[in-house]
């Protein structure tokens, strides 16, 4: 426990050395990351010489090879995975269930067709980052309707959110069927979840989001805590599991609308972010502060991955996430099975 000030007046904060120190190593994780990103490719500037670049001493190619090219799509990059991790922590605190991320309920996708919807039915109503989050609230609005006990019912909340995640998708499916290609192609991109051509804009609205609903995320974590542990117990310590609940998905939808509107749905950092988190520190709660810090490292690390793992070819990030998050899915997914037959 940390004080500060007297002892009859301080202000104790708690905290547990392990989260600590998984969330510096997942930082330290990210920062290696993004230092390989940059001395990497053809435009790659050696380790030796980024101090000089970073000063201004540069040539003009590496000022704006890092500076336009390669800082915003990392500081994107990081931003976003943080903010699908905070969502995602959430959403499975709020489910109590480590498939209840917003890959799996339907947020993602829901978000991914407001934006469709901004972009192409609609073209020029609303810009699309509100149209993304403009979706994930649609789409949270009817899962909430679907369960048919609000988000009283976590184990509802999955199913009802894997029909409406169907139903978002064969949206998209549709708006880009009779799009024109051009539209289409670009909108099908940015959909697989894609951080190519980031701006320092685009990091702007990713951090200034994060700013905002990080602290809010860290002042529901010890109410959400004491949810977990059942609606009857945590009435009777004074929590009111609904409220907390209702605060929580808001907080994640806005996270995850927020991510979505600048990099697209990019798949299973949601999920599998706050479920490392959890098995690394070993804690109950969601973890906000450490599952952002993994959920910054996984996507820049994914993102080194989907530039270089192949000389010469570049794929959406959004593809090497869903590969690698496909198979921690599998694994979860059998894992529950177990569970529920022993």
Same mark, same amino acid.
């Given at each position: 426990?940390?004080?500060?000030?007297?002892?009859?007046?301080?202000?104790?904060?708690?905290?547990?050395?392990?989260?600590?120190?998984?969330g510096v190593a997942a930082l330290v994780v990210a920062v290696v990351a993004a230092l390989v990103t940059v001395s990497a490719g053809r435009l790659g500037?050696?380790?030796?010489?980024?101090?000089?670049?970073?000063?201004?001493?540069?040539?003009?190619?590496?000022?704006?090879?890092?500076?336009?090219?390669?800082?915003?799509?990392?500081?994107?990059?990081?931003?976003?995975?943080?903010?699908?991790?905070?969502?995602?922590?959430?959403?499975?605190?709020?489910?109590?269930?480590?498939?209840?991320?917003?890959?799996?309920?339907?947020?993602?996708?829901?978000?991914?067709? =407001?934006?469709?919807? %901004? /972009?192409?039915?609609?073209?020029? &109503?609303?810009?699309?980052? @509100? *149209? #993304?989050?403009?979706? !994930?609230?649609?789409?949270?609005?009817?899962?909430?309707?679907?369960? =048919?006990?609000?988000? %009283? /019912?976590?184990?509802?909340?999955? &199913?009802?959110?894997?029909? @409406? *995640? #169907?139903?978002?998708? !064969?949206?998209?499916?549709?708006?880009?069927?009779?799009?024109?290609?051009?539209?289409?192609?670009?909108?099908?991109?940015?959909?697989?979840?894609?951080?190519?051509?980031?701006?320092?804009?685009?990091? !702007?609205?990713?951090?200034?989001?994060?700013?905002?609903?990080?602290?809010?995320?860290?002042?529901?974590?010890?109410a959400l805590q004491v949810v977990e542990m059942g609606d009857e117990a945590a009435t009777a310590v004074g929590v009111r599991p609904t409220t907390v609940?209702?605060?929580?998905v808001v907080v994640g939808v806005l996270a995850t609308g927020a991510a979505v509107s600048v990099c697209g749905p990019i798949a299973f950092v949601a999920?599998?972010?706050?479920?490392?988190?959890?098995?690394?520190?070993?804690?109950?709660?969601?973890?906000?502060?450490?599952?952002?810090?993994?959920?910054?490292?996984?996507?820049?690390?994914?993102?080194?991955?989907?530039?270089?793992?192949?000389?010469?070819?570049?794929?959406?990030?959004?593809?090497?996430?869903?590969?690698?998050?496909?198979?921690?899915?599998?694994?979860?997914?059998?894992?529950?099975?177990?569970?529920?037959?022993?």
């Amino acid at each position: 426990m940390l004080r500060l000030g007297s002892a009859e007046r301080g202000i104790s904060v708690r905290w547990r050395v392990r989260p600590v120190v998984v969330g510096v190593a997942a930082l330290v994780v990210a920062v290696v990351a993004a230092l390989v990103t940059v001395s990497a490719g053809r435009l790659g500037i050696p380790l030796a010489e980024l101090p000089t670049v970073l000063a201004g001493d540069g040539s003009k190619i590496q000022q704006w090879a890092l500076f336009t090219k390669a800082l915003p799509r990392l500081t994107v990059a990081a931003a976003a995975g943080a903010a699908f991790a905070v969502a995602g922590a959430l959403f499975q605190s709020v489910t109590r269930n480590p498939l209840g991320s917003p890959d799996v309920i339907g947020l993602g996708s829901g978000a991914a067709a =407001g934006a469709v919807a %901004a /972009a192409l039915v609609w073209p020029g &109503v609303v810009p699309v980052p @509100v *149209g #993304a989050v403009v979706g !994930a609230v649609v789409a949270v609005v009817a899962v909430w309707l679907g369960t =048919g006990r609000g988000f %009283a /019912a976590p184990h509802r909340m999955v &199913v009802t959110g894997i029909a @409406v *995640g #169907a139903m978002a998708l !064969a949206f998209v499916q549709l708006a880009l069927a009779r799009g024109n290609r051009e539209d289409a192609q670009e909108v099908a991109i940015w959909i697989n979840g894609s951080l190519l051509a980031r701006t320092w804009t685009d990091a !702007a609205v990713v951090g200034g989001a994060l700013l905002v609903l990080v602290p809010l995320a860290l002042v529901l974590t010890r109410a959400l805590q004491v949810v977990e542990m059942g609606d009857e117990a945590a009435t009777a310590v004074g929590v009111r599991p609904t409220t907390v609940r209702t605060a929580a998905v808001v907080v994640g939808v806005l996270a995850t609308g927020a991510a979505v509107s600048v990099c697209g749905p990019i798949a299973f950092v949601a999920l599998t972010a706050p479920q490392i988190t959890r098995r690394l520190t070993r804690s109950t709660g969601p973890g906000v502060a450490a599952a952002a810090c993994t959920g910054a490292a996984v996507l820049v690390v994914a993102d080194l991955i989907a530039q270089y793992a192949v000389p010469g070819q570049q794929f959406p990030v959004g593809v090497v996430t869903a590969a690698l998050g496909g198979v921690y899915l599998a694994f979860l997914l059998v894992r529950e099975w177990r569970r529920s037959a022993a």
